[in-house]
C-alpha cells in the first residue's frame, strides 16, 4: 500500500484521541518534522507542512509513537528530562536522564512502526532507514558515549 494511503489509515484511525495541529506548539520548530505533546489533557500532534509520501507517513508515526508511548507511561527519568518542555539538548543533565531520551525515541520509532504494519504498509527497510538518520540527530544532543548510543539505536 502506497505511504499516502497509511497515512490517511492511520490519521483517521486516531481521529479521537489525538488533536492534529496546524501549528507549531512553539514558533521555532523549523528543524523538527512533527512534534507530540500533552495540553488541557489531550494528546496533540503537529508535523511540518510540505511533506509528502514516505517523509510524511514516518513523520506521522513517528509522533505517534510517542503517543502510544505516553499512553502506557513514561519513565520517571525521560519525565525529569523533559522537564522543560522543549529542549534542544540535554548536556549537563545526569547520564540515566540523557539515556532515556534516546530510549523514549527509539521507543516512539519502535511503536510508529508496528503502527504502520497494521495498518498495511510493507516496506520496513524504508521507514527504519528514515527512522535511523533521523535518530542519529539526537547523537550530539544527548551526548552519550557513542558506543551506548550505537546500542540503543541499533534495538529498532
Known amino acids: 500500500m502506497n505511504p499516502d494511503d497509511v497515512f490517511?489509515?492511520?490519521?483517521?484511525?486516531?481521529?479521537?484521541?489525538?488533536?492534529?495541529?496546524?501549528?507549531?506548539?512553539?514558533?521555532?520548530?523549523?528543524?523538527?518534522d512533527g512534534y507530540f505533546w500533552q495540553e488541557d489533557g489531550r494528546s496533540r500532534i503537529w508535523l511540518r507542512a510540505g511533506q509528502r509520501g514516505i517523509e510524511r507517513l514516518a513523520s506521522l508515526i513517528y509522533v505517534l509513537g510517542?503517543?502510544?508511548?505516553?499512553?502506557?507511561?513514561?519513565?520517571?527519568?525521560?519525565?525529569?528530562?523533559?522537564v522543560e518542555h522543549f529542549v534542544d539538548h540535554w548536556h549537563g543533565r545526569p547520564t540515566e536522564q540523557r539515556r532515556a531520551v534516546i530510549d523514549e525515541e527509539v521507543r516512539a520509532w519502535r511503536y510508529g512502526m508496528r503502527l504502520a504494519e497494521q495498518h498495511g504498509f510493507d516496506d520496513h527497510e524504508a521507514l527504519e532507514k528514515i527512522a535511523f538518520a533521523r535518530l542519529e540527530d539526537y547523537r550530539a544532543r544527548v551526548d552519550l558515549a557513542d558506543d551506548e548510543f550505537d546500542m540503543v539505536v541499533a534495538s529498532l
Open 66 to 82: 510517542h503517543h502510544l508511548s505516553y499512553g502506557y507511561g513514561w519513565p520517571e527519568d525521560y519525565k525529569d528530562a523533559i
Open 8 to 32: 490517511d489509515r492511520i490519521r483517521a484511525a486516531f481521529a479521537d484521541d489525538v488533536k492534529f495541529s496546524a501549528s507549531p506548539p512553539v514558533d521555532d520548530m523549523k528543524d523538527r
